[in-house]
């Protein structure tokens, strides 16, 4: 348990110092670790990680949940509320997906799952659309989390960098296999790696995910995108019921990793 704490510990340097108990994600992340292999584990609980604790933040006292919106088509869901400033980067991503996928916002989970302030939810990204959005259609709402991870923070968090040869398909001794997994080598020698993650664990943080497509977008720098396309989670912070599918499919995701659009300019 120990390996996960110090992990878990890098990955939130830099997210603000919530005031907060993080044990929640500790366990969640340690019955990550006992469903999947020693080496793959690592790299999933820093998505985890990502996902539950480092938070874009545009700056002033906004509320930290609801950053902006951004609609890339009609919106399914009712809002009561009056429409918030239009996010140049959801606008950005909406532009690159198409109109079917529903409105897209770009918030924050921590504020969301924990109620963190602006300061704690702090933190700086790589990636021109790192982040984390919303998506609201027919009624549910879905998650993306994308996050690109370059060769020197890889080997801080995880002791080496991120390497295009690797297998994340193959399975290695008793760990299970990743569901319904398709590795692609792509011409430029990077390698996009998706699968599929029930999510049917739990954590101590009354929030439970729904079914994901996840994704890794492993470059010859060293560097990796991760990306989750989540049907949504319930429980505390909840902004509606799960999705059926996940936000974005499979091939949506390969356009999206693949373009220009997500990598940092010069």
Request: aromatic share 4%; with cysteine; hydrophobic share 35%.
């Amino acid at each position: 348990m120990n390996d996960v704490r110090e992990l878990l510990g890098r990955a939130v340097e830099g997210a603000g110092k919530p005031a907060f108990s993080a044990g929640a994600v500790y366990a969640k992340a340690d019955r990550i670790r006992r469903r999947r292999r020693v080496a793959a584990s690592a790299a999933v609980l820093v998505v985890v990680a990502a996902g539950a604790f480092t938070l874009p933040r545009t700056g002033g006292d906004e509320d930290p949940a609801h950053t902006s919106v951004a609609s890339a088509g009609p919106s399914a869901s009712p809002t009561t509320s009056a429409p918030a400033p239009a996010s140049a980067k959801a606008e950005r991503l909406a532009a690159l997906l198409p109109a079917d996928v529903g409105e897209i916002e770009e918030v924050s989970l921590l504020a969301l799952i924990k109620n963190a302030t602006p300061e704690q939810a702090r933190t700086t990204y790589l990636g021109p659309l790192d982040g984390q959005y919303a998506f609201r259609k027919d009624g549910g709402v879905g998650y993306l989390l994308l996050t690109l991870m370059d060769r020197e923070a890889l080997e801080r968090k995880m002791g080496r960098p991120a390497d295009p040869a690797e297998d994340l398909c193959a399975r290695i001794g008793q760990e299970p296999a990743r569901d319904d997994c398709v590795r692609e080598v792509l011409p430029d020698g990077r390698t996009l790696t998706t699968w599929h993650d029930s999510m049917d664990y739990s954590g101590d943080d009354n929030v439970g995910w729904g079914p994901e497509l996840v994704g890794r977008l492993t470059q010859s720098d060293g560097s990796q995108f991760l990306v989750r396309s989540s049907t949504g989670f319930e429980g505390s912070g909840t902004l509606g019921p799960l999705l059926t599918e996940p936000p974005l499919s499979r091939q949506q995701l390969k356009k999206l990793l693949t373009g220009p659009e997500v990598l940092p300019k010069g």
